[in-house]
């Protein structure tokens, strides 16, 4: 078994302060929108909405990528010593709390809005969604990550982390090239141009 070595790093670097907390709210909104008695109002209603969700969802979905990158790089350079996580929410969670605690109800209420708004503006709009093409593969990657690593419960080290199928080459890069990207992480977050987690793969 690997040594703990005197490293720590942060369970988050930076990411949940970025998060928008709309998804619920939104749902029962357009659920609303879609029950107005007139086509005109759906359709104006739904351009609206439209244009709310563009600029959130781009940042949900370089939040769940980012969450990703940040896990496989900590998890792949402190490898070999593994290193503390500390801030982990999830880490000491009580028996009810563990079993009451699923990760995986809000990004599902991500999706099904997303697939809900995509559906709604092709049917009473005529016209394909401006929402963020992708945001279902980056929702599933997190999705993935979250599952495989149970949700972040009782997770205490770096040498626990589990890596999902797509940045499982992290573990090839070099000391120095994974040093460089976990800079590079805490540089987007300072920033706060979260679109630069896409340059890392």
Same mark, same amino acid.
């Given at each position: 078994?690997?040594?703990?070595?005197?490293?720590?790093?942060?369970?988050?670097?930076?990411?949940?302060a970025? +998060?928008?907390?709309?998804?619920?709210?939104?749902?029962?909104?357009?659920d609303?929108?879609?029950?107005? *008695?007139?086509r005109? &109002?759906? *359709?104006? &209603?739904? &351009?609206?909405?439209?244009?709310?969700?563009?600029?959130?969802?781009?940042t949900?979905?370089?939040i +769940?990528?980012?969450?990703?990158?940040?896990?496989?790089i900590?998890?792949? *350079?402190?490898?070999?010593?593994?290193?503390?996580?500390?801030g982990?929410?999830?880490?000491?969670?009580?028996a009810?709390?563990?079993?009451?605690?699923?990760?995986?109800?809000?990004?599902?209420?991500?999706?099904?809005?997303?697939?809900k708004?995509n559906?709604?503006?092709?049917?009473?709009?005529?016209?394909?969604?401006?929402?963020?093409?992708?945001?279902?593969d +980056?929702?599933?990657?997190?999705?993935?990550?979250?599952?495989?690593?149970?949700?972040?419960?009782?997770?205490?080290?770096?040498?626990?982390?589990?890596?999902?199928a797509k940045?499982?080459?992290? *573990?090839?890069?070099?000391?120095q090239?994974?040093?460089?990207?976990?800079?590079?992480?805490?540089?987007?977050?300072?920033?706060?141009?979260?679109?630069?987690?896409?340059?890392?793969?």
């Open positions: 078994m690997n040594n703990k070595s005197n490293n720590s790093v942060p369970f988050d670097p930076g990411f949940s970025f +998060y928008p907390l709309f998804v619920q709210e939104v749902i029962n909104h357009l609303s929108v879609l029950k107005l *008695k007139t005109n &109002q759906v *359709k104006f &209603q739904l &351009q609206i909405l439209e244009k709310k969700l563009v600029n959130p969802y781009a949900i979905k370089a +769940y990528y980012g969450c990703v990158i940040y896990g496989s900590i998890a792949s *350079k402190y490898n070999k010593e593994p290193a503390i996580i500390e982990n929410p999830f880490q000491t969670l009580d009810e709390k563990q079993i009451n605690t699923d990760l995986t109800v809000e990004v599902n209420n991500a999706i099904n809005l997303y697939r708004m559906s709604s503006i092709q049917f009473h709009l005529n016209k394909k969604s401006s929402l963020t093409e992708d945001f279902e +980056y929702a599933n990657l997190y999705m993935e990550f979250i599952t495989i690593n149970n949700q972040f419960k009782g997770l205490e080290t770096t040498d626990q982390i589990i890596l999902p940045t499982q080459h992290f *573990k090839d890069y070099t000391p090239k994974l040093t460089s990207l976990e800079e590079k992480v805490f540089e987007i977050i300072q920033t706060k141009n979260l679109e630069g987690v896409f340059e890392i793969n």
